[in-house]
């Protein structure tokens, strides 16, 4: 935090042995997993194989399934977020190219 | 005239967390704080041999609650109605929950584990908030069920007459939140934590909508570059998984049997990411709700509520009887924050007969649509005579002196 504020309350670090990527899934992942599943029977194409789903037994595997049919549905969650700054100097940097011929022409 | 608070208002952010009762998470918290309707002590379910046993302030952050407790329909019906069968006259008594999680195959002493509460100096962040801002004696979630229908009621006001886990369609002419906002050109999103965790709301939305989504790393660029949408509803991770390099994510979701203290450490940066934008800081609400309570204690009976046209029919519920959506669910933990709510802040529920106020998931997009949208009318009645969570806003803005921050 660059700034100093007045009140401010420490907050207790998680213990690393807190993760477990290997404890197995709770229904509630069980269930969201299923829902992805009848997205993917929509989604996959003559000749693919479909996810065996039985064989998800952990949050690991959980995750690379659900990183998978997410990335189908929603690829942008993956990108880095571009600043507000970026997006800005991104624009200023295209109104300052110089035009080609045929914006000249239309703009004339 | 509205007060200030609301009249500078333009974001509204609900961040819903997972699986922790009331009496769980901030029952320890009345015997500082009065108005606080929690625990005092005497509190008592029977155990499976009729032994009875009292709430304890031994709740663990991990490992305790490793058997998940019953969530689900017919086992919330154990744990509010006490083993009475389904019929008229059944009274809820909120005595099922030891016996509802023997069931899940604990042991006699590790099924006492469901009345077990955190002390305040526990939860540092949630404790923070609930003391700072406003807290609601009386919020229940929407149904007496689990997740996903839960979280329907957030995002549609309705779960369609779903009280299960089971993928459903949405029906015309109700309209999720997002899709309203976005149709009357207001803007909204949800942000789930990152593509390994996703979202829950999948087959409706994240299938016909993708657009609407976005990730966390983008939620707290958007508040670091003040393009943060009118209505955001954040989700928080709901596995560990590999991070970056050789890095762990952890679950912050708070279902057991994640860690409690890193949904603690999720909810301080996301309170951080607003607060330490003060342009954000005074034209934000953030609501920080849980879903559902995870078939953990909490001593308050549900009450009744308006019924939302739908029927649950008995081969659905599993204890033989339909049911109305005319009773909700049992109390979870809801802190609304803001610097124009003054510090202290409780708003009263059932314990109150002249003054409480019943809230549930169903006030989340009635609020939202009230406050952006006027009068949309394509809703069910339930959620348009739903409460108003933002009536905690008045006139006084706190200095920013006297708001704290987070040292994640």
């Known amino acids: 935090m660059g700034k100093k504020y007045k009140l401010v309350q420490k907050v207790p670090k998680t213990p690393k042995s807190a993760y477990n990527h290997d404890r197995f899934i709770s229904q509630l992942i069980e269930n ?77 | 005239m509205p007060p200030a608070g609301l009249d500078n208002l333009k974001h509204i952010v609900v961040l819903m967390m997972e699986n922790r009762s009331f009496d769980h998470m901030l029952g320890g918290l009345m015997k500082k704080y ?16 009729g032994t009875v046993v009292k709430v304890q302030p031994n709740a663990k952050f991990q490992g305790q609650l490793d058997h998940d407790p019953d969530h689900h329909f017919p086992g919330v019906d154990l ?20 016996k509802s999680y023997a069931t899940q195959g604990t042991s006699a002493a590790a099924s006492r584990a469901i009345m077990s509460y955190f002390t305040p100096d526990q939860l540092p962040v949630l404790t923070r908030l609930a003391t700072e801002y406003a807290v609601f ?11 996903i229908c839960n979280r329907a009621f957030a995002h549609y006001g309705t779960s369609f007459g779903n009280v299960d886990m089971n993928l459903f369609y949405i029906q015309d002419p109700i309209k999720s939140i997002y899709e309203r906002m976005i149709q ?7 942000y789930y934590y990152d593509q390994q965790s996703s979202t829950m709301e999948i087959v409706n939305l994240l299938k016909n909508q993708p657009q609407i989504f976005g990730s966390y790393s983008q939620f707290i660029a958007d508040c670091k570059g003040n393009t943060l949408p009118e209505y955001s509803f954040i989700e928080p991770c709901y596995n560990d998984h590999p991070g970056p390099g050789a890095g762990q994510i952890l679950a912050s979701d708070q279902h057991p049997d994640h860690n409690v203290q890193e949904g603690e450490r999720f909810i301080a940066n996301t ?8 342009q954000l800081w005074e034209t934000t609400a953030m609501l920080v709700v849980y879903d559902e309570h995870g078939g953990i204690y909490d001593h308050v009976v549900p009450p009744a509520c308006e019924s939302d046209d739908y029927s649950a029919p008995p081969e659905k519920t599993g204890t033989g009887e339909a049911f109305n959506f005319n009773r909700l669910g049992v109390r979870v933990p809801a802190i609304l924050i803001s610097p124009y709510i003054p510090r202290g802040t409780v708003i009263p529920g059932p314990e109150d007969a002249n003054n409480g106020l019943v809230f549930e998931h169903a006030c989340i ?15 069910t009645s339930r959620e348009k005579n739903s409460e108003n969570f933002l009536i905690p806003l008045t006139n006084a803005l706190r200095p920013d002196d006297d708001c704290w921050v987070f040292d994640v």
């Open chain 1, 32 to 108: 969201q997993i299923k829902h992805f599943h009848e997205l993917e029977k929509g989604l996959v194409k003559a000749g693919e194989k479909l996810t065996d789903i039985s064989k998800i037994k952990t949050e690991l595997h959980a995750s690379k399934y659900l990183k998978k049919m997410t990335a189908l549905l929603h690829p942008q969650g993956a990108k880095k977020p571009r600043k507000a700054t970026q997006r800005k100097r991104a624009r200023r940097a295209m109104a300052s190219k110089p035009k080609s011929k045929q914006a000249r022409r239309r703009s004339s």
């Open chain 2, 34 to 49: 009065p108005k606080i309707n929690g625990l005092t002590g005497n509190e008592s379910n029977p155990d499976a041999n």
């Open chain 2, 79 to 98: 744990q509010i109605f006490g083993g009475a069968a389904a019929g008229l006259g059944r009274v809820a008594n909120m005595q099922g929950f030891i």
């Open chain 2, 137 to 147: 004696n009386g919020w229940f979630s929407s149904i007496p069920g689990p997740t």
């Open chain 2, 184 to 190: 009357a050109g207001h803007t909204a999103k949800i």
């Open chain 2, 271 to 278: 309170y951080n990411a607003i607060r330490t934008n003060p």
């Open chain 2, 365 to 379: 997009p009635g609020t939202v649509t009230n406050f952006f949208l006027n009068n949309y009318d394509q809703r």
